[in-house]
């Protein structure tokens, strides 16, 4: 089985939302708006639906609670103050500060790219920026799980280069589409954003996953697409060959026609601006013969989808990721397809999921920031 054919695995990463949710970074163009109320809860039952969906689609998810995350349940609600301290609503007592939560980690999409050869499960690590580089070691644990479940050795490799993991990452049969942004082209009509992935980081990635030059397409990315999968994801018909289903204003100059070109007659299945910019539809995540779409798409953007064969299942996602930017494939990450483990793995939402869904009723209602919090700090 060669690298490419095998990144569609029906095994997903998923990453639980951190009780105290809030969009802290503000790093792309729904984050920058300061939003004050939240509803972790809320998130977490639209995190549950990814889960029943992927499940659904014949696939599976697979997580870890964190310790990190007991101070903020079983409260009600939640109250973050002008210093960020995080308090249980209408108390003094400290339970942490925002500055500690990794608010970004439900956005597993930004994991590593996993690959099995010579009896090793191998991954190269995404280059965050440093506000997320703590994320890592959720995904170092798990892989050390998974290894271990199948079999196989560890084999985990640092990525020198800006890399936001695989959320840049497109298989269309034996081609990839990989891509990066360039300050100044990514933001020429806009304020200069944060740094988001290289051209180095993803030529990396991809030699450490062992991908042909031959087989590679490089495309950048233009402001407010701050990943390649709000662009475009690699779908896989069930009568015919893999499309890219892709929003050509994604990306810089002529690089949609480029692509096209690359890829060659009937690769594309369009997707219209709205469905692309507004409702995330490039943020859509195959699993088996499954689609799981954001919930605002539109009717037509589904029947193309069901035209290959596919089943759409629309997720909600106004709390999760409607106020941080992001959809379905922001909180997933594929496993290899060559990855076989216990069906009973504590690991997998299918073999826990009273247990995953029980704790729902610890996730607190509702969380409020202080204005004074967002005050002189840069969004975007």
């Known amino acids: 089985m060669s690298t490419l054919s095998d990144v569609y695995g029906s095994l997903l990463i998923v990453r639980p939302p951190v009780p105290a949710t809030v969009n802290k970074a503000g790093a792309n163009y729904k984050s920058e708006v300061a939003h004050l109320a939240y509803s972790p809860r809320r998130a977490y039952d639209e995190w549950l639906s ?17 310790a990190a995350d007991e101070p903020f349940l079983d409260h009600a609600a939640l109250e973050v103050d002008g210093d960020g301290e995080i308090h249980p609503a209408g108390s003094r007592e400290v339970l942490g500060t925002l500055d500690q939560v990794m608010t970004g980690r439900v956005f597993a999409a930004n994991g590593p790219w996993v690959t099995v050869r010579d ?4 991954a190269v690590m995404p280059h965050m920026l440093e506000h997320r580089r703590g994320e890592a070691a959720y995904y170092e644990s798990l892989l050390r799980e998974l290894a271990g479940a199948a079999g196989l050795a560890l084999d985990v490799a640092a990525n020198p280069h800006r890399w936001e993991g695989m959320a840049d990452v497109a298989t269309v049969g034996e081609r990839v589409v990989l891509t990066y942004a360039v300050p100044g082209h990514y933001d020429a009509m806009t304020t200069p954003k944060s740094s988001r992935s290289s051209r180095a980081g993803v030529a ?3 030699d450490h996953a062992g991908v042909p030059d031959d087989a590679r397409i490089y495309a950048e990315l233009v402001y407010p697409h701050f990943h390649g999968d709000t662009v475009h994801f690699g779908a896989r018909p069930t009568n015919g060959p893999p499309v890219l289903a892709h929003y050509a204003g994604g990306l810089w100059g002529d690089g949609a026609a480029e692509v096209s070109r690359a890829l060659g007659d009937g690769a594309i299945l369009p997707i219209q601006r709205d469905d692309a910019v507004v409702q995330y539809a490039g943020n859509s995540r195959q699993v088996s013969n499954g689609v799981l779409v954001p919930d605002g798409v539109s009717a037509e953007f589904v029947t193309a989808l069901e035209r ?4 759409s299942h629309r997720v909600p996602l106004f709390e999760l990721f409607g106020k941080a930017g992001g959809g379905p ?14 069906e009973s793995l504590p690991l997998r939402y299918s073999a826990t999921r009273a247990h995953v869904q029980a704790r729902r009723e610890r996730i607190p209602q509702t969380l409020r920031v202080d204005p004074s919090y967002f005050a002189d700090k840069p969004r975007g």
């Not at 029943?52 to 870890?64: K, L, P, T």
């Not at 290959?308 to 089943?311: A, E, I, P, W």
């Not at 494939?329 to 216990?342: E, G, K, M, Q």
């Open 50 to 66: 990814i889960l029943d969906a992927i499940v659904a689609c014949g696939g599976d998810a697979i997580y870890q609670f964190e």
């Open 119 to 122: 009896r090793a499960l191998r």
């Open 204 to 206: 990396f990635a991809a």
């Open 308 to 311: 290959g064969g596919l089943v």
């Open 329 to 342: 494939a922001c909180a997933t990450l594929y496993l290899p397809r060559s990855l076989v483990v216990p």
